[in-house]
Structures are given as C-alpha cells and as structure tokens.
C-alpha cells in the first residue's frame, strides 16, 4: 500500500466520485462540487497571467494599442448590469468577425477544396470507386437533401446515409474505446498505485 | 428460431436488469486482466508506421512544435502517445516548444519535461522552452500561424522565448519541421487549415473519437501522421521499442470491448424477448423513417 | 448606436482578418496580426468571466439560501482559495502543483471514467437493431471495437483489416462528405457574421 498523500488523496476521491455508480449520494455531491471549483479556479488563474502577460504588462513597456482589448475585456463584464448589457456586445462583435474570418480562412482551403481534390480519383479499385461514390452521395444526402426524391438522386442519397451509418458506427467504436481507455488507468490506479496489489 | 424460443424466458428477466450489474460487469472486465494479463497479441498499423518513420526521418536537432491540446478527463488516451512521442524525439535531439491551447497545457508539458529530461541531458531554455496558456483555440492558432513570434511573446516563466537558445533562429511558423497535436477535440483540425498551408508538416496524437473526424485529412495528405487512442500509443511503443503503460492496458480495453458487444447482443436479445412476449413487434415509434438508435429505456443509476 | 456600433466593429475585424488572406500588403498583414491578437485577449477575459459567472451564481445561491446551499458554500470556498493559491504563488508552487496532479486530475479523469459504465449501460438499453441503417451502424460499430484490441486479431486476423478498411474507406467517405458540406456550411455562416445577418451570437435579436 502506497504511503504517498497524493496518492492516498487521490485514491480515496476516485472511490467518493465512483459511489456514484452504485447510489447518488452528499459524498460524491460535495466532491462533485470541490471540483466545479477548483476547475473554474485553475481557469480563471490561467486567464489572469495570460491577461498579465500578454496585455497589462506590454502595456505599461509602451505598447499603448493593447488598451483596445484590455478596454474591451473589462466591457464583456457591463452585461452583468442591465443597463450597460449593449457594451458588452462590442468585444463579443469584434471577437466573433474575427472568428469568423479565421474559419472562413481556414476552412475554404483544407476542409473544402482539399478534401474534394482528395475524391478526385482513378476509377480503378473497388476502394476508389467507394471513395468517390460514397462522397459524392454523402453530400448529396447531407447537403443537397434529396432523401425524399425518387430516381437517380433518391438512391443516391439512400447509398449516402449508409455511408453516414458507417462512419458513424466507426466514430462511435472509437468512442467505446476512448471511454475505456479513461476507466483502465484509474482502475491500475487505485488497485496499482494505491493498494500495490496490481504490477 | 427453435432456440430463441426456449431460451426467451431466459432474455425477458435480462430486459430489466438492474444497471449496476452492468457496472460491475464493466468494472471486472477491466480489472481481471490488470491481475492477470493475458498477452493478446498487438501488431502495429499503418498509420502508426508511418508517423513513426517520420519523426525517426527527422534531423538532429530539428525543431518541432508540441501542443498539449487536452484536459485530464481524456490525458489516458493521449499521454502515453505524448510520452512514447517525446522520447522518440528527444533521442534525436529534436529542440522543443511547447505551446499550450488548454489551461492544463502547460502542466502537462512541465510534468512531462520533468520526468525524462535527465534521462535525455536536456536543458530548459538549450532544449526545450515551455509557452503559457494562449486562450481562443481557431483564433490563436490563427495567431501563431500568421506571426509566431508576436503571438508567443514569453514563456511559463515571463522571459522572453525568442531569446532562448532552443528556438533563437526561429523567423516564421515555416522554420518548423514538425508540429504535433495531442488532441481531444477540434485543434488537429485548426492547425491543418492554418498551420499545414505553411508548409510544416503535421502529426495528431488524438483520442479515439477524433479519429473518424481527422481520417479525411489523412486520406488527403494534410495530415501526415495519426496515433489513435490507446492502441495507437501501445503500437508507438512497440514500433519505437519504448515499453510503456499503454501496452499494458490492451488486455483490459480488449476485454472490455467484448464485454461491450456482449451487452449490445444481450440488450437487443432481451428486447426482442420482451416485445414478442408483449405480443407486438419492434416497428419504431417514427413508422421506421428514422433508422438509427432507438431510445426505449433510457441507462444511467436507476433500475 | 447600440445596435449600428457592435456591427461595424464586427465588420471591421471580420473584413480585415479576411482581407490579408487574399491581398499581400504590409499594413493589412501587421493589422490583421494585431486583432487576432487582441482576440486571444479577448478570449482570455472571457474565461475568466466564466469563472466568475460560476462564482456568482453559487453566491447568489448562499445569498437567497437557495436548495443545497451548503454545497454552494464548499464550491465558493475551494474556487476562492485555490484561485488565490494560483495568484499568489503562482502555478510553480509546490501546493499548486500537489492540489492539480492529486485533486484537479484525478477528479477529472475519474469523472469522465464514469462515462465507461454509462456507455456500457447505454449500449445495452438503447443500442437496438431495427433496419438497414441500424444493421450499418452496429456492425461498423462492432468491427471497429473488436477490429482494434488483441482480442480481435487472436478471434481472427483478418479483423484489424477489416477494421481499418471501414475506417479508411467507407468511414473516411462518410466523414469526407460531412467535412465538405460542414465546411460550406462554416463559410456561409462565417459571411453572414461578418456582413452582419447573423448577431445571435452577440445577443442582439437577428
């Protein structure tokens, strides 16, 4: 059995947070709730030094342009007061067009024109016809919503939704795997590193 | 079906079971092997090789770009591909800057660090330089891409990055051979739409179920290598000889997962079971438009 | 001016950032790096306003003495002294340290370990087969899982294959389709922010 505090802190959390699963009770409540906390804690500690580092301090070194921001992130805080809510919406607009722009940027290269040059290729497999038939009937399902047609569109589209159920039983595979993977680590933790019982 | 019918009284009792034998089923198919592993054997994939050929393709001293972009509630997946990664790069000498997207980046970068840099002789500031947290994830990467060094002016510690030996030559994102992602969510992408078109090449590390949403850009070539999930780690670790926690874990997720399909057979067994005995058939509440998941009974800690 | 003002401004940052993708010119360039800049500062002060939000509303509850208040109280307490233990000894410190790899990460990673079960609980209760669509999907579902741990390839070797071609080919299909309508789908949205259609983000009624 470990001898270490952190150790022995974390293990005796993991079995407060797990009592969860046989009864929802006040110990896992006050847990839940000391970390609701200290997580919201650990962001707003980590925004504070960025807001330091990369803002005030500048700031007062001379770069005097960055009082637009800093300006503009105290404003976000006027829509806590009903009359001044309207001033937040200027940080909240210029953040959003600027947002939007770098999704613009972005995603009309890689996530667009990329990806269709991607599909653009030789009918010569089996796996290439797929690629190329699953695609273009994935969009035409998921973009063009031609699932009521009938005819050359409809079956298209049909064939498209099949692609989708594939891809989305491919993602939910994973998801088993990724929400395992989360439990093993835990589990060696406390029957490992804890109880020394496991290697 | 001769035997579903002897066997139904049998699948009915199993519609209503109680969750938490599901639980414990769960909970001692992951822990039964952690006694005993079983050795199930392991060979290690395309993907994998190809990321590991690229980093052991990588020069002496090359500069590579690490991005923590994950918080603890997915690090299982993530941190041992982290790990075997950066032992690989750090046996070529590879100088390091960590840029953190996430308010636990930088910890996990320190915590990283921490652990092998003795091994490895490497010094902070000569080798490696750790930057702070660098908050709007597409916006910052946005950031870094169009002018590195205004966008990551300092490090953890407030002095200034550029002056450090590690990435002194540095003028532009271009001057990288190398940036990988360690992700969980959207950022793999982010930085193949702003980063990629620069010319620096690209690995993700990412948990399991980012891995569908990244394989388009690795069929287009925008991504030139993948770790998936916890295999992903464990073939790293076979491939680049470096033993670590996630090959110890594959019996674990191999008997879970079997217990998974085991659930999903017996689930729609013990449904079947009891829509016959209530004397209609399954149809769907949506006359069957909607193909997909049924919600009849909803999990969770009731019974 | 309450409305007019946040559309110029979000014009104005949009149509630069914009800009300096298509047109080379040194006072757009250093312009757009300016305000994407200032957005990751932005972005930092609204972090720290959902941490203070969180704040609030659990003060509040304590206030009014609202149902589980005392749950409130142990909330308030564990942000306030740990945000002043970040501030004053920095994220260096030891306790800082102890607090974040004992406390912080391990809760964390137990809490969403508990989606294990509920997956497992999921699967059984709601995962049904009921038609063509719902065959694709379990059995996509079921190869991958199988396709990707040991006990895939002791059952069979060809397992993995199969596990990789769904993911490479039929997967990456599907996906490659959703990519490409998401895309356009984020570039439409993206204008309409820019040109102004679109201000529910900014809480103002479109």
């Not at chain 1, 001033?87 to 990329?114: N, Y």
């Not at chain 2, 994102?173 to 950022?187: E, P």
């Amino acid at each position: 059995m470990s001898r270490d505090p952190g150790v022995w802190v974390a293990a005796l959390l993991t079995l407060a947070v797990w009592s969860y699963l046989i009864k929802q009770n006040l110990v896992f409540q006050v847990v839940e709730h000391v970390f609701i906390g200290i997580s919201a804690a650990h962001a707003m500690t980590m925004a504070y030094f960025t807001i330091r580092a990369k803002g005030v301090q500048p700031l007062l070194a001379g770069d005097v342009s960055l009082l637009f921001p800093l300006i503009g992130g105290v404003l976000l805080y006027s829509r806590f007061l009903p009359k001044t809510t309207w001033l937040s919406r200027i940080p909240l607009g210029f953040t959003m067009g600027t947002a939007a722009a770098v999704v613009i940027r972005g995603s009309v290269d890689a996530s667009f024109v990329k990806q269709i040059q991607a599909t653009m290729l030789p009918l010569t497999s089996l796996d290439n016809v797929l690629m190329v038939v699953g695609t273009i009937a994935t969009v035409t399902y998921f973009l063009f919503n031609l699932k009521s047609r009938s005819g050359v569109g409809g079956y298209l589209a049909r064939f498209g939704r099949y692609m989708m159920m594939a891809a989305f039983g491919a993602a939910y595979g994973n998801t088993v795997m990724m929400r395992m993977s989360l439990l093993i680590p835990r589990v060696r933790f406390v029957f490992g590193d804890w109880l020394g019982l496991v290697k | 079906m001769a035997w579903f019918e002897r066997l139904k009284p049998r699948f009915e009792r199993f519609d209503k079971i109680d969750s938490r034998y599901i639980y414990l089923a769960v909970f001692l198919s992951v822990l039964l092997p952690l006694f005993r592993p079983i050795g199930l054997p392991i060979t290690v994939g395309e993907q994998t090789r190809e990321a590991f050929l690229l980093v052991d393709g990588l020069p002496q001293g090359a500069l590579v770009i690490m991005s923590p972009s994950f918080a603890p509630s997915s690090d299982a997946e993530v941190v041992p591909q982290m790990m075997a990664l950066l032992k690989h790069l750090m046996s070529k000498n590879a100088k390091l800057l960590w840029v953190n997207l996430t308010v636990e980046g930088s910890m996990y970068a320190t915590r990283a660090m921490d652990s092998l840099k003795d091994e490895f002789g490497y010094e902070y500031g000569r080798d490696y330089v750790i930057t702070p947290y660098l908050p709007g994830q597409q916006t910052a990467i946005a950031s870094i891409a169009s002018d590195i060094k205004g966008a990551l002016t300092v490090d953890v510690s407030g002095k200034p990055v550029w002056d450090m030996e590690a990435v002194s030559g540095v003028s532009s994102i271009s001057d990288f051979d190398l940036l990988i992602d360690f992700n969980t969510g959207d950022t793999c992408i982010y930085y193949l739409q702003q980063v990629q078109p620069k010319g620096v090449r690209v690995i993700a590390g990412a948990s399991g179920v980012t891995v569908p949403y990244l394989m388009p850009y690795l069929g287009s070539g925008q991504l030139a290598g993948l770790l998936g999930g916890l295999r992903g780690a464990a073939e790293y670790e076979m491939v680049s000889k470096t033993p670590g926690l996630a090959l110890g874990g594959m019996d674990a997720q191999s008997l879970s997962h079997a217990a998974i399909v085991l659930f999903i057979i017996l689930g729609n067994a013990a449904n079947l079971a009891a829509k016959s005995r209530r004397g209609r058939l399954d149809t769907g509440a949506d006359n069957g438009e909607n193909q997909g998941f049924g919600y009849e009974n909803q999990g969770g800690t009731s019974k | 001016m309450k409305t007019v003002l946040p559309m110029i401004v979000t014009f104005v940052g949009g149509a630069v950032v914009l800009l300096d993708y298509f047109v080379e010119g040194s006072w757009i360039s250093a312009t757009s790096n300016a305000f994407l800049s200032w957005s990751v500062l932005l972005a930092a002060f609204s972090t720290f306003l959902g941490g203070a939000n969180i704040l609030f509303i659990h003060v509040r509850n304590l206030k009014d003495r609202r149902p589980n208040w005392g749950l409130s109280v142990i909330l308030v307490l564990s942000l306030v002294a740990w945000f002043v233990v970040g501030v004053v000894g920095t994220t260096e410190s030891d306790i800082y340290k102890f607090v974040w790899e004992n406390v912080y990460s391990s809760l964390s990673a137990t809490m969403f370990a508990l989606n294990a079960f509920f997956i497992a609980s999921a699967a059984y209760r709601s995962f049904r087969l009921r038609g063509a669509e719902s065959a694709i999907l379990m059995t996509a579902a079921v190869l991958v899982m199988m396709g990707r741990v040991g006990i895939g390839e002791a059952i069979s070797s060809r397992l993995p294959m199969l596990a990789d071609w769904l993911m490479s080919i039929p997967g990456t299909a599907g996906m490659r389709g959703i990519t490409i309508g998401g895309a356009l789908g984020a570039v439409t949205v993206g204008l309409r922010v820019i040109l102004g259609l679109e201000r529910g983000g900014t809480g103002m009624s479109v």
